[in-house]
């Protein structure tokens, strides 16, 4: 069993910073990879940015410049420091957790609870 506790969301101004955090527990063999996605009312999920266990990153063009992903290996934790943040990134965010829990490297998708996001104008 696989377990993500999210933190670090709130309420903030325009222009204001936030950081998520996401640590993953339980019965994780290898991690591909970790990121953020977030859902406004009435839209769909959308990516918001990725970190692959090579280090690549990818970032939605709406937060790019503004948003980075990082993580730390040893606690199987993945961050979001969020930068110069306007009400259209207000939503819930998801942490998202690409892992095998065997050396099969069979990857499943985990998701976190979501925290919400609110960027006050």
């Known amino acids: 069993q696989v377990q993500l506790l999210e933190s670090g969301g709130g309420l903030v101004q325009a222009g204001g910073s936030l950081r998520l955090s996401c640590a993953a527990s339980?019965?994780?063999?290898?991690?591909?990879?970790m990121g953020w996605y977030r859902q406004a009312p009435g839209k769909q999920r959308e990516l918001v940015a990725t970190?692959?266990?090579?280090?690549?990153?990818n970032y939605a063009d709406s937060v790019k410049g503004r948003f980075t992903i990082s993580r730390d290996n040893a606690k199987n934790t993945v961050y979001l420091q969020m930068n110069s943040l306007k009400p259209e990134d207000t939503a819930v965010y998801y942490c998202?957790?690409?892992?095998?829990?065997?050396?099969?490297?069979?990857?499943?998708?985990?998701w976190g609870q979501g925290t919400q996001v609110t960027v006050s104008s």
């Open positions: 998202n957790l690409q892992c095998s829990t065997t050396y099969r490297l069979r990857y499943t998708n985990y």
């Open positions: 339980g019965n994780i063999f290898s991690i591909n990879a």
């Open positions: 970190i692959t266990s090579g280090g690549s990153l």
